[in-house]
C-alpha cells in the first residue's frame, strides 16, 4: 500500500553548496540545495528571485559553485539564514579567485567550480541559473589517485521536508557493473 502525498518533490537527498557571486563589488556566498547536473559540463542551480546573490550572477554572467566538507557546517547553513543584503558573509572565508575574476571561491571548500552563465530560466519566482564549468579546483587531501575521492570530500547532504543535514554513507557497490548479473545471455 502506499500513500498518496500530493505534488510533492522527493529528490532529495542534495548536495548542500555554497554558490559565489560578485554582488556591487563584494564577493557573497549563498548556501543552494538545489543543484543539479545538465551534462558532465554544465550545472543548474533554483535561486528564489529575492535573493542578493541574483543580483550579481546577472551583473557579470560568472558565479562560483564551492562543495563544503562537514567541517564547515555551521558556515554552511549561516549563509542561508543570514542575506548579504545585511551581512559580509565573504568575512567568514578565505576568498580566492581563478580565471574568472568576479566567481569568488572559498579556500576552506575541498570542492571550487568557476562558472560562466550560458542560460538563465525565468520561472514566476525562481531564476534557474544554467552554468558552464570553465575550472575546478580540488584539495589536494580529498583526491585518491588523482581523482576526486567523495570519502574525503564528506559532502554535506540535505534533505526537506525535515530540513536535516546528513553525512554521506558508504559506498557499497560499482555502478554500471552490479546490474550486469540481470543480464541474460
Ligand atoms: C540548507 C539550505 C539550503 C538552501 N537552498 C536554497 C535553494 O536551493 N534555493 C534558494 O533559493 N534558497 C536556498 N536557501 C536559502 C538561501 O540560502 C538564503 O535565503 C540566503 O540567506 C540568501 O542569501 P543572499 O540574500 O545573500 O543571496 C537554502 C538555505 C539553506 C539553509
Redesign the pocket.
Known amino acids: 500500500m502506499k500513500t498518496e502525498l500530493g505534488a510533492k518533490n522527493c529528490l532529495y537527498p542534495m548536495p548542500?553548496t555554497l554558490i559565489g557571486a560578485t554582488v556591487d563589488g563584494s564577493p557573497?556566498f549563498?548556501?543552494?540545495?538545489?543543484v543539479g547536473i545538465m551534462d558532465l559540463g554544465d550545472v543548474s542551480l533554483?535561486?528564489?528571485k529575492t535573493?542578493?546573490?541574483n543580483r550579481g550572477i546577472k551583473d557579470h554572467k560568472t558565479f562560483s559553485v564551492n562543495v563544503p566538507s562537514t567541517a564547515q557546517i555551521k558556515e554552511t547553513?549561516y549563509?542561508?539564514?543570514?542575506?548579504?543584503?545585511r551581512a559580509n558573509?565573504a568575512g567568514l572565508f578565505d576568498v580566492f579567485y581563478g580565471t574568472l575574476k568576479t566567481a569568488p571561491m572559498i579556500a576552506e571548500c575541498p570542492i571550487n567550480m568557476e562558472c560562466k552563465l550560458v542560460k538563465t530560466v525565468d520561472f514566476p519566482k525562481?531564476d534557474v541559473f544554467v552554468g558552464e564549468i570553465i575550472a575546478t579546483y580540488a584539495d589536494d587531501s580529498v583526491l585518491t589517485d588523482g581523482i576526486v575521492d567523495f570519502a574525503k570530500v564528506q559532502p554535506i547532504l540535505?534533505t526537506m521536508p525535515d530540513q536535516g543535514y546528513w553525512k554521506l554513507g558508504e559506498k557499497f557497490a560499482k555502478a554500471w557493473s552490479i546490474g550486469k548479473d540481470l543480464i541474460k545471455g
Open positions: 548542500t557573497n549563498i548556501t543552494i540545495a538545489h533554483g535561486m528564489a535573493h542578493h546573490t547553513d549563509c542561508g539564514l543570514v542575506s548579504g543584503k558573509k525562481h540535505f
